[in-house]
Nanobody, 123 residues
Framework: QVQLVESGGGLVQAGGSLRLSCAAS????????MGWFRQAPGKEREFVAT????????WYANSVKGRFTISRDNTINTVYLQMNSLKPEDTAIYYC????????????????WGQGTQVTVSS
């Protein structure tokens, strides 16, 4: 069973950048599509981005398209989320997750989750 650990969150001013990392262990990383979700206080966990097993296909939520980039390095079992032009509304706990379904954007389709990393964007 794959285990996921996120890192890279923190406090940043609006307009700034952060790069989140998610390290996987304990399984065959490249067979999984990987996704990033986020959950703000009092809100549902929402889809941010997902990438196919070999990294050839990517999907983004409209709210982050053009600002965030998802990527992966299967040689070191890590998926990244580069976040640029951050806005206060991007403030949330960010989770990475794994699924066997490429392109999945529903959290119910992901069965492996990390513990999350806090991202706070100040105005």
């Amino acid at each position: 069973q794959v285990q996921l650990v996120e890192s890279g969150g923190g406090l940043v001013q609006a307009g700034g950048s952060l790069r989140l990392s998610c390290a996987a262990s304990g399984g065959s990383f490249s067979v999984y599509a990987m996704g990033w979700f986020r959950q703000a206080p009092g809100k549902e966990r929402e889809f941010v981005a997902t990438i196919s097993g070999r990294g050839s296909n990517k999907w983004y939520a409209n709210s982050v398209k053009g600002r965030f980039t998802i990527s992966r390095d299967n040689t070191i079992n890590t998926v990244y989320l580069q976040m640029n032009s951050l806005k206060p509304e991007d403030t949330a706990i960010y989770y990475c997750a794994a699924t066997r379904v490429a392109g999945a954007q529903s959290r119910e389709m992901y069965n492996i989750w990390g513990q999350g990393t806090q991202v706070t964007v100040s105005s």
